[in-house]
């Protein structure tokens, strides 16, 4: 068995869970919601589960193709280790197929 020199340290990949998990709440909104807020971003500080402090972007852009569509993008950072996580969703129209 080999063994990796690097141990990660904990909560190693905690900011991916924090944009994923962000952006399943961002993606949660009905579309009327997402559309009456397109173009919108905001940012917010947050505590991540190992207790540090990070910032939380979301952003609702209109997307070119599809046409009609919004991109959803959460970035979760720490400002102090000057790491982060990025998540992104493309939300077709109602009606709309996506290839």
Same mark, same amino acid.
């Given at each position: 068995?080999?063994?990796? +020199?690097?141990?990660?340290?904990?909560?190693?990949?905690?900011?991916?869970?924090?944009?994923? &998990?962000?952006?399943?709440?961002?993606?949660?909104? !009905?579309?009327?919601?997402? $559309?009456?807020?397109?173009?919108?971003?905001?940012?917010? &500080?947050?505590?991540? +589960?190992?207790?540090?402090?990070?910032?939380?972007? !979301?952003?609702?852009?209109?997307?070119?193709? +599809?046409?009609?569509? @919004? @991109? @959803?993008?959460? &970035?979760?950072?720490?400002?102090? $280790?000057?790491?982060?996580?990025?998540? !992104?969703?493309? @939300?077709?129209?109602?009606?709309?197929?996506?290839?």
């Amino acid at each position: 068995m080999a063994v990796s +020199p690097e141990t990660p340290e904990p909560h190693a990949d905690e900011l991916s869970e924090m944009a994923l &998990e962000e952006l399943d709440a961002a993606c949660a909104l !009905r579309w009327v919601e997402m $559309k009456a807020i397109t173009p919108w971003g905001d940012t917010y &500080e947050g505590m991540a +589960p190992s207790g540090r402090e990070v910032e939380v972007e !979301r952003r609702y852009l209109w997307a070119h193709d +599809p046409v009609g569509a @919004i @991109i @959803i993008e959460v &970035e979760v950072r720490d400002p102090a $280790k000057r790491t982060g996580a990025e998540a !992104r969703a493309v @939300i077709s129209p109602p009606g709309v197929e996506t290839a």
